[in-house]
């Protein structure tokens, strides 16, 4: 072993030694539906806006680190009341580690089901926490007895629940959730990343819970490429929150096309009213191949399962087409689809029976 491999081994913390990267594959050449991003451009004239919005930048200063112009425009949105506030992250992966820097302390446990969105145990991991996984039912359900019975017995201080699930894209029951808030000592976050697809929302409720906050990202609405997420929920935590925070995290150029998309949230809406649609008729197409069990989803993807999925995997990117490959447990022979195009949709439909063929 080499000098350099031996204090990697010995200062690097063993939990992390044993840990893989998050693996994003490359997609040259191919259409890309492994991600939940939004398929669907701009309109031309909403992209001559946003250019001449960012042409006199000043990208040679820092961002405002509290842009409260771009705050008030998502208070607004989501019509929140006083007391409750807003904070920005680097999409909404730096707020998960956020929260779990902000309760860790020893013995601390963060709690999730599974499965679910993988950077709740990776970033438990990144900073030392206990993780606590609570198998969801065989239909992908929230095991309402399962997860209370967890949270007596390892007591966590932070919950996250993913509303829609990712990646099963169902949404969990609405009173199970308000049960697990109601029993919990810990903070609770509601994940809603897929809030534009889905047809229920926990912000209402924030008032009702002093230990509930909704985070959300506007990934999938169509600024992935802005990384932009935000916590909402009641001063009290977030002025905590606010002291981890880096500063500057939210670049100039993300405030200030977020700040205009936002002027235009009507027009994001109607591209997820589109993928809605466009889901509608992904699932029926999957449902009439044989030999494929799509689940009913609430978000802008599709998990479904075949036989030798892996094998399936490898076929549509022979084919030009990327998905993500699930595996393990009772993902076991599952891969998960983007809602595309109607064009790319019809290339994957294409490719996914020439590969099961």
Request: glycine fraction near 6%.
């Amino acid at each position: 072993m080499s000098q350099a491999a031996s204090l990697v081994n010995n200062l690097i913390r063993p939990e992390i030694l044993a840990l893989t990267a998050y693996h994003v594959p490359d997609c040259t050449g191919m259409i890309k539906l492994d991600a939940m991003e939004n398929p669907y451009l701009l309109p031309q004239w909403l992209k001559d806006e946003i250019a001449a919005t960012v042409a006199d930048a000043r990208i040679n200063l820092y961002p405002d680190p509290n842009p409260a112009l771009l705050k008030e425009k998502i208070r607004q949105l989501l019509a929140l009341p006083d007391g409750m506030g807003v904070l920005l992250g680097n999409g909404s992966d730096e707020l998960i580690q956020l929260l779990a820097m902000a309760v860790n302390k020893p013995g601390a446990a963060l709690l999730s089901v599974e499965p679910s969105f993988v950077m709740y145990k990776m970033i438990a991991t990144f900073v030392g926490m206990r993780y606590v996984g609570v198998p969801l039912g065989d239909d992908f359900s929230l095991d309402l007895t399962a997860t209370l019975a967890a949270i007596r017995s390892e007591q966590p201080e932070l919950i996250f629940l993913a509303y829609p699930n990712n990646p099963t894209g169902n949404l969990f029951s609405a009173s199970d959730i308000r049960q697990i808030i109601a029993a919990s000592t810990g903070l609770v976050v509601v994940d809603e990343a897929y809030y534009a697809f889905a047809c229920d929302s926990f912000v209402p409720h924030l008032t009702c819970y002093p230990n509930l906050l909704v985070m959300r990202t506007f990934s999938k609405l169509g600024m992935a490429g802005l990384r932009l997420g935000f916590l909402a929920g009641s001063s009290l935590w977030l002025d905590q929150l606010e002291k981890l925070r880096l500063p500057y995290n939210v670049g100039v150029l993300p405030q200030l096309v977020a700040q205009k998309l936002l002027d235009h949230h009507d027009v994001l809406l109607g591209q997820a009213d589109q993928i809605r649609k466009d889901r509608a008729a992904l699932y029926q197409q999957l449902s009439a191949i044989a030999g494929v069990q799509v689940y009913p989803s609430e978000a802008n993807f599709l998990l479904f399962r075949v036989a030798n999925a892996p094998l399936v995997f490898a076929g549509l990117k022979q084919r030009g087409v990327l998905i993500k490959c699930l595996s393990g447990g009772q993902l076991t022979d599952c891969l998960r689809v983007t809602v595309g195009t109607p064009a790319e949709n019809e290339r994957f439909i294409a490719a996914l029976q020439e590969s099961l063929s």
